[in-house]
């Protein structure tokens, strides 16, 4: 237990479908991160929030939108995906900026899979 | 760009040591880290350095060399509970962190 948690854990969808993820740190954090995990590839960094707002989109396609209602949640919303958009997305978060040891704490992922 | 390698897999007995290397090239620098991630679980936190030199955590240590761009992970006494992915990664700026690909660790008896 990190004291992040995501939901689903896995997920199967069309391409035509519209499915959010949801993440919920217990953590007193105030950055969250989404990250794509793919087979033998780095982490890619996708989203971040800094006291719920958007501090980083790294060139990610439209078809992946965030949300950070409060500093406890994130969602990323998902429409029309594409099959090599199947990943396991992982959720993170930290102190509002990384000092010292300040790491970042990952939830289990959400293992995507679009057909 | 930033730029991590750290080998794609190594095998080892168990009892016996492994040391995982990585090295980097990031267009800045505030620390580094190590963390372990079980298939379908979470990546935790391993350790970290961010002055020159060893870490040790018990069966664990990390070490840094700023000046070479590089850094290591030696797990020593293996068991089979360390059968794993161990990421390198690098924060670059105040919070952002850079992987490298994963190192994936097989502990045979």
């Known amino acids: 237990e990190t004291g992040v948690t995501q939901t689903p854990r896995h997920l199967v969808m069309g391409m035509t479908n519209k499915k959010s993820l949801k993440c919920e740190q217990h953590?007193?954090?105030?950055?969250m991160y989404w990250y794509k995990q793919s087979a033998k590839k780095p982490l890619e960094l996708m989203f971040v929030?800094?006291?719920?707002?958007?501090?980083e989109n790294n060139s990610v396609p439209s078809r992946f939108s965030p949300e950070c209602p409060n500093s406890s949640h994130l969602f990323l919303h998902l429409h029309t995906l594409q099959p090599e958009d199947s990943a396991l997305y992982l959720c993170?978060?930290?102190?509002?900026?990384?000092?010292?040891?300040?790491?970042?704490?990952f939830g289990p992922g959400t293992r995507l899979t679009v057909l | 760009g930033q730029n991590i390698d750290q080998p794609t897999e190594m095998t080892a007995t168990e009892g016996a040591i492994v040391q995982i290397n990585c090295t980097y090239q990031?267009?800045?620098?505030?620390?580094l880290f190590w963390y372990q991630q079980h298939a379908g679980e979470a990546p935790t936190f391993l350790s970290y350095?961010?002055?020159?030199g060893l870490e040790e955590k018990g069966r664990f240590s990390s070490f840094l060399s700023r000046s070479k761009g590089y850094s290591y992970l030696l797990l020593k006494e293996l068991q089979m509970k360390d059968s794993a992915s161990y990421l390198c990664?690098?924060?670059?700026?105040?919070?952002?962190?850079?992987f490298g690909a994963g190192t994936t660790v097989t502990v045979r008896a």
């Open positions: 993170a978060s930290s102190r509002e900026r990384g000092q010292g040891t300040d790491t970042q704490y």
């Open positions: 953590l007193g954090h105030n950055a």
């Open positions: 929030y800094n006291f719920k707002e958007q501090t």
């Open positions: 990031t267009s800045g620098f505030n620390g």
């Open positions: 350095n961010v002055l020159d």
């Open positions: 990664a690098v924060r670059d700026g105040d919070y952002k962190l850079s």
